[in-house]
């Protein structure tokens, strides 16, 4: 057995062993696919200022935007292997790597405002989902609004026969796709890096975005429609991996964990503000038909992917979507 004495002295190490990992200079490698100027952008910078700010420059984030480090297909791999330290993926790209469920919020016309997103994820519902990246060892930090998204192709897109025969890029999600084919387009998923100039070159033919991505990525130029269907919403969870995480020190984690949230409160505050601000430039800029469907019309639109909610509801079961049902109300 140790001797007291033995024991006061390693614990006097741990304590000087976490002293000096809490002094420790880190920083923390963060990447995402959009521009700086978009919701996730701004609210991400927001939150490596607050964090240098309040460790006096100790606790670094750097922020590579717009795919400059990782794209849509390799990031997650790169968490796994420590190459970068923070994501915040959208919520439609954690099906394809082992959460089907999170394409809960994928499904065409299931919120109608922002209110109702949020209590979902504020809910049983989106502690659950969070909880549930332990699965592969990743810690869901919070989620980040960017509203709902509209279609675009070079013709209005306003009912369902618009959609025959187009080739429309997707996310990785199997429920935009399973969206897409019910409105008789054809999916082509594609990395969001990559969909600019897949439009630009004709290799697909339209796509869905919230404002905020389809004009800071200026892909008005390579579209000649914009069409306000309002039928789905894109939102974000940021995630580190539990290494990283574990290998913080105590209150490293908390500084960043708190930074985190008020950034995440700031960035989910400006989301609805920022979308609207680049609808009405883009409504300035004249260089795009804005196309809003009537209520018959989105009523059609509703009805022809309904499909979409058995298809889901086999793969993950119906509890899940009771419990959006349960929560959004
Ligand atoms: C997309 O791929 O369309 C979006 O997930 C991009 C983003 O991060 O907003």
Redesign the pocket.
Known sequence: PLSRRRCLQALALGGLAQRARAQARVTIRLS???ARQ?P?GLALERFGELVRARSQGRIDVVVYPNSLLFG?ADEMQALQLGAVDML???L??FGRIGFPEFELFDLPFLFETREQVYRAMQGALGQALLAGLARQRMVGLGYLD?GFKHMSANRPLLAPHHFAGLRMRV?GSRVIAHQMRALGARPVVL??GE?RRALAMGVVDG?E??IS?FWTQRMHEVQTHLSLTHHGY?G?AVVVHQRFWANLAGPDRQLVAAALEEALAWGNAIARSENEQALATLRESGGIHIHAPSAAQRQQLRAATAAVYQGLERRIGRQWLDQVQHDRS
């Open positions: 995402h696919v959009v978009t996730k849509d915040a993926p959208s439609s790209k960017n996310q990395d969001f969909t796509t975005n919230p991505n894109l974000y």
